[in-house]
């Protein structure tokens, strides 16, 4: 079995972040799904699971319907979908996430 490890770095880390936030800030939240697409393109391209490199394929287009879906359940359950949305959010990333 063959080593797995992250190689991002942290210089990476912080001006990605810094540009989720803009995008985050500029669009009041409506390009939301491109940062979060952005930030886990950049996680799977760093990571490697025995021997093999990740990739991320999913985007910001693909996960807007979602988005919406889940923000609308959570306004109408009074935020008790919230509790869901980590664990869709995870299944939607993984989904996403292949071998290279």
């Not at 985007?59 to 988005?67: D, I």
């Not at 609308?72 to 290279?100: A, D, P, R």
């Amino acid at each position: 079995m063959k080593e797995s490890y992250f190689d991002g770095g942290i210089l990476d880390y912080i001006g990605y972040s810094i540009l989720v936030a803009i995008i985050f800030g500029h669009t009041l939240g409506i390009a939301t799904p491109w940062a979060v697409c952005m930030m886990q393109n950049w996680e799977t391209k760093h990571t490697v699971v025995d021997g093999q490199h990740l990739y991320f394929d999913g985007t910001g287009a693909q996960l807007f319907g979602y988005w919406i879906k889940w923000f609308l359940l959570t306004i109408i359950t009074f935020g008790i979908y919230g509790f869901w949305l980590k664990i869709k959010m995870e299944q939607w990333n993984v989904k996403h996430i292949h071998h290279v």
